[in-house]
Nanobody, 115 residues
Framework: QVQLVESGGGSVKPGESLTLSCAASGASLDDYAIGWFRQTPGKAREGVACIGRNRSIAYYKDSVKGRFTISRDNAKNTVYLQINNLKPEDTAVYYC????????WGQGTQVTVSS
């Protein structure tokens, strides 16, 4: 079973940046498109970005375009999410998963944006 471990979250002020990491173990991520998702209490998990296997294709939710950048390093079996100009509405637990998602999720990493 592939294990996905998210990290890099934190508490930041509006306008600051974070880089989230999604490290996989147990199998290679090379064969999968990978997505980043986020969830706030009481709301459904939503996809915010995804990247194809060959890194040349990326998709972003409209509200994060221009601020989020997804990338992958297959040699490190890791996918990243660079988040710039963070806004309070970006506050959420962020998760990564393959596309389509496995039927399980990692623990996520909390991002809190507050002045």
């Amino acid at each position: 079973q592939v294990q996905l471990v998210e990290s890099g979250g934190g508490s930041v002020k509006p306008g600051e940046s974070l880089t989230l990491s999604c490290a996989a173990s147990g199998a290679s991520l090379d064969d999968y498109a990978i997505g980043w998702f986020r969830q706030t209490p009481g709301k459904a998990r939503e996809g915010v970005a995804c990247i194809g296997r060959n890194r040349s294709i990326a998709y972003y939710k409209d509200s994060v375009k221009g601020r989020f950048t997804i990338s992958r390093d297959n040699a490190k079996n890791t996918v990243y999410l660079q988040i710039n100009n963070l806004k309070p509405e970006d506050t959420a637990v962020y998760y990564c998963n393959r596309l389509p998602p496995f039927n399980y999720w990692g623990q996520g990493t909390q991002v809190t944006v507050s002045s």
